[in-house]
C-alpha cells in the first residue's frame, strides 16, 4: 500500500530535550516535506527536500533541522523544543512539484512540549 | 510575502443547501490544490487545478481556478451530512514551496 508514515504519532516531552520525528515513504518520491498545524493558522511549511542531500527551508524553519540522506526518509529534528513547538506535523511527499502530482501526507504527530 | 485567504473560516450549513468557499492568493501561480481533513485526521488531496480557467468536479464538491484574479472557488452542491469536514486550498507559486490557506470548517447540519 502506497504510504507516507511517521513515528511517533504522538509524543510529549520537557523542554531543550532532543526529539527526531521520523518519516518515510514508499511510492519513490523525491519531493518530502514537513508541516506544523496551528490552530487558526492552517498548514506552515517548516522544510522540504527535492531529493537526496537538497534540502531547504520553508516558511518556519527555526528550531527544526532535517535531513535526507536516504529518498524515503526525511526525518525531523528539535534539537532544544520549546513550548512554542508544541504542534501538530505532517510529513508530505510527491513527485517533483510542476507535474500534475499532489502531495500525500502522513498520518500526523502530535507534540506537546512542556 | 505570499499570501492565501480563505473564506468563510467556519461554515454552518444545513444538509441540501448550495454553497461557495473562496481562497484568494497574492502572487501569480498555475497550479492550486484542495485538500481536506476529517477531525483528528490527515490530509486528503481534493483537486489539483493547474491552469486558468480549470474546473475539476468530483461528486457534490466542484473546483474551479482564475489565474487572472488569483481566485480559486470550492463549490458545494446539495450538501450531505459526510461532507462535513476542513477544506483547504494551497498554492504553488513555482518555487517549490507550499503556501496553505488558513482553512474552512464546514458543519453540514441534518
Known amino acids: 500500500e502506497a504510504q507516507v508514515t511517521q513515528n511517533p504519532r504522538y509524543l510529549i516531552t520537557v523542554t531543550g530535550k532532543k526529539l527526531t520525528v521520523t518519516c518515510s515513504q514508499n511510492m519513490n518520491h523525491e519531493y518530502m516535506s514537513w508541516y506544523r498545524q496551528d490552530p487558526g493558522l492552517g498548514l506552515r511549511q517548516i522544510y522540504y527536500?527535492?531529493?537526496?542531500?537538497?534540502?531547504d527551508k520553508g516558511d518556519v524553519p527555526e528550531g527544526y533541522k532535517v535531513s535526507r540522506k536516504e529518498k524515503r526518509n526525511f526525518p525531523l529534528i528539535l534539537e532544544s523544543p520549546s513550548p512554542n513547538q508544541t504542534s501538530l506535523y505532517f510529513c508530505?511527499?510527491?513527485?517533483?512539484?510542476?507535474?500534475?502530482?499532489?502531495?500525500?501526507f502522513g498520518p500526523g504527530t502530535r507534540l506537546l512540549v512542556l | 510575502e505570499l499570501k492565501v485567504e480563505q473564506n468563510p473560516l467556519f461554515l454552518s450549513m444545513q444538509e441540501g443547501k448550495n454553497y461557495t468557499i473562496y481562497c484568494n492568493y497574492s502572487?501569480?501561480?498555475?497550479?492550486l490544490y484542495w485538500y481536506r481533513q476529517d477531525p483528528g485526521k490527515s490530509l486528503e488531496s481534493l483537486f489539483v487545478l493547474l491552469s486558468n480557467g480549470a474546473v475539476k468536479q468530483e461528486g457534490r464538491l466542484m473546483a474551479s481556478l482564475d489565474t487572472k484574479a488569483r481566485l480559486s472557488t470550492l463549490h458545494i452542491t446539495a450538501a450531505v451530512h459526510d461532507l462535513s469536514a476542513t477544506y483547504f486550498c494551497?498554492?504553488?507559486?513555482?518555487?517549490?514551496?507550499?503556501?496553505f490557506g488558513t482553512g474552512t470548517r464546514l458543519k453540514v447540519l441534518a
Open positions: 508530505a511527499s510527491s513527485l517533483i512539484p510542476g507535474l500534475i502530482e499532489t502531495q500525500y
Open positions: 527536500s527535492m531529493n537526496v542531500e537538497v534540502t
Open positions: 502572487t501569480t501561480s498555475d497550479r
Open positions: 494551497a498554492v504553488d507559486p513555482g518555487t517549490y514551496k507550499y503556501i
